[in-house]
């Protein structure tokens, strides 16, 4: 079982807020504000950060540029910067941060953008450790992220970007050997011949680990290599499999000409 894994360049969501602003000239100013880190909470995905590394490290953000869609070089306007974060701080529910958006003609779009979207979304790139702990209360296993460095930060508007990027949730999930073995196995009553999703694909239980940590999923699409995923990433989907059934494979394929074998035996 992996103690601590290092991570580089992971994701972290949050939800932000646009503000429009007059300094003491008259001038307008822009503002892109985001909670960035909550304290004291274990996300649904089972990771907690680590606030005092949080507090210590969070001034790391300051002076880093604001990017739209991680869009970091290029030749045109649209890869340039579109605003610089100014300021983080602290209250006892998490680390937020303030960000000027730079008021100028290309970045005109994005500006709009911001003041017609309710609930904008912000991406940040971060780098640092974590290690899974079990609570002796509740006998429950979750992630603890120690962040070093926050990186490269984006406003994001791709629909399911959390979920194609994955994000450092995902990443941890993945990267421990074992996560909550006992907890994960039981709660998801996955077993052999369960239909399992895991990253947009679907698949079936074909055989789990001694030690229930990982089973090898037979892919539904016949392109897919057959391969092994620690039981706590996949998600058991309602319908389930007889083994032996017409629908052991469920390829299409196999589907339809299995199912023609069973029609013509009963036609006899």
């Known amino acids: 079982m992996k103690e601590e894994i290092k991570f580089f ?5 949050s939800q932000g807020s646009f503000k429009e602003e007059k300094d003491e000239d008259g001038k307008i100013k822009y503002y892109y504000e985001s909670v960035i880190v909550p304290f004291g909470k274990i996300s649904r995905n089972k990771v907690k950060y680590n606030e ?3 507090r210590e490290r969070g001034e790391s953000l300051v002076g880093k540029k604001l990017f739209f869609n991680h869009k970091t070089s ?5 890869d340039l910067p579109r605003g610089n974060w100014e300021q983080v701080s602290f209250t006892k529910e998490a680390m937020s941060a303030k960000a000027e958006v730079f008021n100028t003609d290309y970045n ?6 911001l003041k017609a979207d309710p609930s904008p979304r912000s991406s940040l790139q971060v780098s640092g450790s974590a290690k899974q702990i079990r609570e002796s209360a ?5 992630k603890e992220a120690f962040i070093d460095e926050f990186l490269e930060s984006s406003v994001v508007n791709i629909p399911g970007f959390d979920m194609a990027k994955g994000g450092l949730a995902a990443t941890l999930a993945e990267a421990f050997d074992v996560e909550a073995l006992d907890e994960s196995f039981s709660e998801a009553k996955i077993k052999v011949g369960s239909v399992v999703s895991y990253k947009g694909k679907r698949g079936k239980v074909n055989n789990i680990s001694g030690d229930k940590s990982s ?9 897919t290599k057959n391969t092994s995923l620690p039981v706590s990433v996949l998600t058991l989907q309602k319908e389930s499999v007889e083994k032996d059934s017409f629908f052991e494979t469920l390829s299409e394929t196999n589907f ?4 023609k074998n069973i029609r013509e035996k009963y036609k006899k």
């Open 138 to 142: 509740s006998n429950s296993i979750y």
């Open 215 to 223: 089973a090898d999923i037979i892919w539904f699409d016949d392109s």
């Open 9 to 13: 360049n992971e994701s972290i969501f």
């Open 52 to 54: 005092a590394r949080v």
């Open 108 to 113: 005109k779009d994005f500006i709009e953008y």
């Open 256 to 259: 339809f000409t299995k199912l």
């Open 74 to 78: 290029g030749n045109s306007s649209s």
